[in-house]
């Protein structure tokens, strides 16, 4: 079992960065591959990145790709999402996610929002 928590979210103006935290209070951390997903309001939720519990590998949705940044610190029991050149379009509630690989994730955190205006 895995209990996350994410931080970090807020309100900015589009071009603007931002950078999410996950915190694994509970489980074996360094164990899991690590993801982030996103959900914006009447849509479904979506991959955004993800990460091997080694880091050497990462993945990322095409609407993402070279804006956002995935990244853990194993001693600290934390994901990052470094989040730059942000849209309207990137405003959603985030969420990171737990589990044994890349897109395989059986916990998740309660999500922050993040909401971008024009």
């Known amino acids: 079992q895995v209990q996350l928590v994410e931080s970090g979210g807020g309100l900015l103006q589009a071009g603007g960065s931002l950078r999410l935290s996950c915190a694994a209070l509970t489980g074996t951390f360094r164990s899991y591959a690590m993801g982030w997903f996103r959900q914006a309001p009447g849509k479904e939720r979506e991959f955004v990145a993800g990460i091997s519990w080694s880091r050497s590998s990462t993945v990322y949705a095409d609407s993402v790709k070279g804006r956002f940044t995935i990244s853990r610190d194993n001693a600290k029991n934390t994901v990052y999402l470094q989040m730059n050149s942000l849209t309207p379009e990137d405003t959603a509630v985030y969420y990171c996610?737990?589990?044994?690989?890349?897109?395989?994730?059986?916990?998740w955190g309660q999500g922050t929002q993040v909401t971008v205006s024009s």
């Open positions: 996610a737990a589990g044994s690989r890349i897109g395989l994730y059986a916990y």
